[in-house]
């Protein structure tokens, strides 16, 4: 039972590329988020998503997408990288949404040049 | 102003010590309120979570709300070097809330 992967660990992009960080849980849980973690700032929630083709923006989404096509996967795209995008990402899982546990990742640590 | 608010730190103490780490939060209407420990380069972890007011204790840790005041505290007691790590409060509005809204999260050391 692996929970919660996030790949890849580090990434350095160039400002204006594209890139997608991949996220993917064993749980057969039905939310799933992700969040920035920057200093000072906490864990900010950039989109969720409660179920397999049903998604939401949360509180800072411009400049991601995300899509979930199934249960396991929840996939967030930046579209335009931009020095303001360097950040920790984290994915995280929950049985359901009322559910006070979130599962996390690893973290991916993305240095926009 | 921000649904809830917690001091960065970074906080030191030596092992041994009483630890209070502390949040406010803005609406008296939140009713669950977790804390998460995460350490350095890893994801967050559920430590302990609390519905309403009141105490809740495990081990070393205590959980403690005050809705009077929307003041959330965790205390560790006989603090130890592993138990350095940055700590987070989070509250979930009400179940079936859409997110959990965490705070900045502290940033504890104990040395040895």
């Known amino acids: 039972n692996a929970g919660v992967t996030q790949t890849p660990k580090f990434q350095v992009l160039k400002t204006g590329q594209s890139m997608t960080l991949q996220c993917a849980q064993d749980m057969n849980h039905e939310y799933m988020s992700w969040y920035r973690q920057d200093p000072g700032m906490g864990l900010r929630l950039i989109h969720y998503s409660v179920g397999a083709g049903i998604t939401d923006q949360g509180e800072v989404p411009n400049g991601y997408n995300v899509s979930r096509s199934t249960t396991e996967d929840f996939p967030l795209r930046l579209l335009s990288a931009a020095p303001s995008q360097t950040s920790v990402y984290f994915c995280?899982?929950?049985?359901?949404?009322?559910?006070?546990?979130?599962?996390f990742g690893q973290g991916t640590r993305l240095t926009v040049v | 102003q921000k649904e809830v608010e917690q001091d960065p730190g970074p906080l030191s103490v030596p092992e041994g010590a009483i630890v209070s780490l502390n949040c406010t939060y803005s609406n008296s209407a939140f009713q669950y309120f977790m804390w998460y420990r995460q350490y350095s380069r890893k994801g967050p972890e559920l430590l302990m979570y609390?519905?309403?007011?009141g105490n809740k204790e495990d081990g070393r840790f205590t959980a403690q709300v005050d809705k009077s005041s929307k003041y959330i505290s965790l205390f560790i007691r006989d603090s130890q070097p592993s138990d350095s790590a940055t700590y987070l409060c989070a509250i979930l509005p009400y179940q079936g809330a859409q997110k959990l809204v965490f705070g900045q999260g502290t940033r504890l050391t104990i040395n040895p």
């Open positions: 995280a899982s929950s049985r359901e949404r009322k559910d006070t546990e979130a599962f």
């Open positions: 609390t519905y309403s007011s």
